[in-house]
């Protein structure tokens, strides 16, 4: 008798900004960009981490979509 395994994978809260530009369909250099312009902020859509390294919220982009009109 065979056991299935099954794996439930849940969505990390923060990604780094390749796999962000993955999901988003955005690209590196725009996420780049609207982090350098201010368009997303800290704390809100992203966060530095205590390596340096900027972690994208998908929660807070998807809030900031969402703000979006139309």
Avoid: C, N
Avoid at 8 to 30: Q, R
């Amino acid at each position: 008798m065979s056991q299935e395994l099954r794996v439930h994978v849940a969505p990390a809260p923060y990604v780094l900004i390749p796999v962000a530009a993955a999901i988003t369909g955005l690209s590196v250099k725009a996420i780049r960009r609207k982090i350098d312009t201010g368009v997303w902020l800290a704390g809100r859509e992203y966060r530095k981490g205590p390596d340096g390294h900027i972690w994208i919220s998908v929660q807070g982009v998807a809030k900031w979509v969402e703000t979006v009109p139309g």
